[in-house]
């Protein structure tokens, strides 16, 4: 995998416009300014526990004794079941927050942007070439770029696209991110039968 195919696949996986609505309902009742600060803020957190999976995952790896092989299987089928629950969205909330409440670390950091499947993608990718953390690095940082600017301008997005735009963007995500998980799937197959 290449950092661009990477950088996609990290950002497909946050999936910023389909966390825009949610995003939104948490912090509509902050004046603008201080809107803009939380939502850095909590981009802020995610990205640190971003980059200490990135880094560390080959350790943890270790430390659990998984191989590559188990973790891009796992991987696939993970990245999987997210696409398909971006593709038939479940009604209901996912902030549990008490009204009024400010947003701070949970649920917008983590889980909602760090989440689960980042967290093993950006394992996945440091245990299979470790020698290229400056690729994955940097496909990091441009996923996380690209959501910061959607996130910034989410009240613009909101308003060109519209609720429908937005259910529909997430769906056609949702669609690229099953292809990835599928390759994903596959190639833990195919390492995993070549290692028998």
């Not at 939104?24 to 990205?47: C, G, N």
């Not at 200490?52 to 943890?60: K, N, V």
């Not at 963007?169 to 994903?184: F, T, Y």
């Amino acid at each position: 995998m290449d950092m661009l195919s990477a950088a996609v696949m990290l950002f497909l996986i946050m999936d910023p416009l389909g966390n825009l609505p949610v995003f939104l309902s948490m912090v509509k009742h902050l004046d603008p300014k201080r809107r803009r600060i939380v939502l850095l803020r909590e981009l802020v957190f995610a990205l640190t526990v971003m980059f200490a999976f990135l880094f560390a995952g080959e350790q943890i790896l270790g430390f659990l004794n998984l191989r590559q092989e188990a973790v891009s299987l796992a991987g696939g089928i993970i990245l999987f079941l997210i696409a398909l629950k971006m593709i038939f969205p479940q009604p209901g909330g996912v902030a549990g927050l008490a009204a009024g409440e400010e947003p701070f670390l949970v649920p917008m950091a983590i889980p909602m942007i760090a989440g689960p499947s980042v967290l093993a993608s950006l394992m996945l990718l440091a245990n299979q070439d470790g020698s290229r953390m400056l690729d994955w690095s940097l496909a990091l940082l441009i996923a996380w770029g690209i959501s910061v600017v959607i996130f910034l301008f989410s009240g613009v997005l909101l308003k060109l696209l519209g609720e429908k735009g937005l259910k529909a963007m997430e769906r056609l995500m949702g669609m690229l991110l099953i292809m990835l998980a599928v390759q994903m799937f596959l190639d833990g197959i195919a390492d995993y039968w070549q290692s028998l």
